[in-house]
C-alpha cells in the first residue's frame, strides 16, 4: 500500500507537460468560464465592434475630420468673399473682369496665358 501511495505522489511529476496544463485545465477551468474566454476573443477580434475594425474607422474619422476642417476653411473664405462683393461694387468690378475677362464697352480685353501655369 505505501508504493501505491509513491507512486500516486510521484505521478504528477512523471507527467508530460502537456497532460499537466491539461489538468490544471480541467480543474481550474470549467464550461462557463471557457465559454466566457471564447466570448472575449470573438468580441475583441471578430465582431462587428473589434479591436482592428475600431481602428480603421478611427482613421476613416481622422481623415474625413480633416477633409471636413479643409471644406470649411473654403467655405468660410467664400462666404467672406461673398459678403464683400455684395458690399464693395470696386471688388466685384476686379473679380468680374479677371475671372470672366468682361470689360466695358468700347474697351478690349488681352489674355496673357503663361506656358509655365499649362504645365
Known amino acids: 500500500m505505501s508504493t501505491e501511495q509513491d507512486n500516486s505522489t ?3 511529476h512523471t507527467l508530460s507537460k502537456r497532460d499537466r496544463v491539461w489538468r490544471w ?5 470549467r464550461i462557463p468560464a471557457l ?4 466570448l ?5 477580434f471578430f465582431g462587428e465592434y473589434s ?7 478611427q482613421h476613416q474619422l481622422d481623415s474625413l475630420q480633416q477633409c471636413l476642417n479643409r471644406e470649411q476653411d473654403s467655405l468660410q473664405y467664400y462666404r467672406d468673399l461673398n459678403r464683400r462683393l455684395s458690399c ?3 471688388l466685384m468690378e476686379q ?4 475671372q470672366y475677362h468682361m470689360n466695358r464697352p468700347g474697351e478690349d480685353v488681352f489674355v496673357f496665358i503663361n506656358d ?3 504645365q
Open 88 to 90: 464693395d461694387p470696386e
Open 35 to 38: 465559454l466566457f474566454i471564447a
Open 116 to 118: 509655365q501655369d499649362n
Open 25 to 29: 485545465m480541467r480543474r481550474y477551468l
Open 95 to 98: 473679380v468680374v473682369r479677371e
Open 10 to 12: 510521484t505521478q504528477p
Open 51 to 57: 479591436a482592428p475594425l475600431k481602428a480603421e474607422y
Open 40 to 44: 472575449l476573443c470573438y468580441l475583441t
